[in-house]
């Protein structure tokens, strides 16, 4: 997902079909305005075409642009999903799907920090497992909040296990 509430989210694909809209039920569930409850579908088959489907959403489905009823996705295209939801298809592994240390703009030790929250460390208990003092962990933390854009904890444990960092 690159734009909308759910930007950063990686959903892997395999074959068969996957339904996107608002609805719990979806296999993509997005929150964002003017998305229809069962909003479009991604359906693969066994000889790994993809083709995404607009099932008569309200503010349409968009590839690279284009308002579509029905296409072959392509690595790269960009799909709009009502008017704020934007996801990239590309063809990765479910190996190379996870980011390596090199993609996170963090340090090691700020990311082995982020790692220790995501499990639910206190900075307390962060601090002690790192030896590190509870200051220092307290600047990492905001330093990673800044860096990130985040608002705080809860928000940098669901970046670490969106992005398979943990």
């Known amino acids: ?3 909308g509430n759910a930007a950063g989210k990686v959903l892997p694909l395999t074959t068969g079909s996957t339904l996107i809209g608002r609805s719990e039920k979806a296999d993509l569930t997005l929150t964002d305005d003017g998305i229809s409850r069962r909003h479009a579908k991604i359906a693969i088959s066994e000889d790994g075409i ?3 489907i607009d099932l008569d959403s309200t503010n349409g489905t968009f590839v690279n642009g284009a308002r579509i009823d029905m296409v072959i996705l392509r690595e790269g295209d960009r799909v709009q999903i009502g008017p704020e939801a934007t996801v990239q298809f590309v063809y990765k592994s479910r190996e190379a799907l996870a980011p ?3 993609e996170v703009p963090l340090s ?3 990311l082995e920090v982020a790692r220790l929250v995501a ?3 206190t900075s307390q208990e962060v601090a002690t497992e790192l030896g590190i003092s509870p200051r220092t962990v307290t600047t990492h933390l905001s ?3 800044d860096r990130l854009g985040l608002p705080g904890r809860a928000a940098l444990a669901r970046y670490v296990v969106q992005r398979g960092l943990c």
Do not use: F, P, Q
């Open 1 to 3: 997902m690159l734009s």
């Open 100 to 102: 390596t240390a090199e």
């Open 108 to 110: 090691k030790r700020e």
């Open 119 to 121: 499990e639910g460390l």
């Open 50 to 52: 993809v083709n995404l």
């Open 143 to 145: 330093n990673i909040y």
